[in-house]
């Protein structure tokens, strides 16, 4: 059973950071490129960012580009998230996605882990 | 921001026939991009329900059904039941330089 379980949400004060792990199971994670995706409370889904399989390629939503670093560790099984310089638009769910191909669709998703950025 | 238009909200009396539009434009649907649907039912993850325009994932049933055309895709609900009351997403791929993936705006249909 695929399984993708995050942690490391939390408060923290603008201007600081915050590292989201992803621990995944139940298939081979070097096989998979890998996404974030969040939402904030009350809205809709956006896409934040994505890893190819070996992470030679990344790619970013411009509003977290220089700020946010995708990484992953195959031989943990694990995805992360370091988000610097956190603004208050970033409070939000974060969840970790599984591509089925790099431009595709996410057929399994955490649970999520909630980001709040305030004062 | 999102780059597809679905309407906030739709709603349909137990039975009925709901329909859910997606718009896009040149850059993404338009471009020839598959467009993908999730259904979040409240407090839960995004599950997947259909894939490239049209197919289901094993395990959704076939009350769910997707198409595309031109800029625009659309996601069907026959037979609506208490249980499909929850928010719905298109998700396609944006070839300009804004992000790779586009979500829609999100839809709550609401059984009446």
């Known amino acids: 059973e695929v399984q993708l379980v995050e942690s490391g949400g939390g408060l923290v004060q603008p201007g600081g950071s915050l590292r989201l792990s992803c621990a995944a199971s139940?298939?081979?994670?070097?096989?998979?490129?890998m996404s974030w995706v969040r939402q904030a409370p009350g809205k809709g889904l956006e896409w934040v960012a994505n890893i190819k399989q070996d992470g030679s390629e990344k790619y970013y939503v411009d509003s977290v580009k220089g700020r946010f670093t995708i990484s992953r560790d195959n031989a943990k099984n694990s995805l992360y998230l370091q988000m610097n310089s956190l603004r208050a638009e970033d409070t939000a769910v974060y969840y970790c996605?599984?591509?089925?191909?790099?431009?595709?669709?996410?057929?399994?998703w955490g649970q999520g882990t909630l980001v709040t950025v305030s004062s | 921001q999102s780059v597809l238009t679905q309407p906030p909200s739709v709603s349909g009396a137990p039975g009925q026939r709901v329909t859910i539009s997606c718009t896009g434009s040149s850059s993404n649907i338009g471009a020839g991009y598959d467009v993908h649907w999730y259904q979040q039912l409240p407090g839960t993850a995004p599950k997947l329900l259909i894939y490239g325009n049209s197919n289901r994932p094993s395990g959704v049933p076939d009350r769910f059904s997707g198409s595309k055309s031109g800029t625009s895709a659309s996601l069907a609900i026959t037979g609506l039941q208490a249980e499909d009351e929850a928010d719905y997403y298109c998700?396609?791929?944006?070839?300009?330089?804004?992000?790779?993936?586009?979500f829609g705006t999100g839809t709550k249909v609401t059984v009446l």
């Open positions: 996605a599984r591509d089925h191909y790099h431009g595709g669709y996410s057929a399994y």
């Open positions: 998700q396609s791929y944006d070839s300009s330089l804004s992000g790779l993936y586009v």
């Open positions: 139940g298939f081979t994670f070097s096989s998979y490129w």
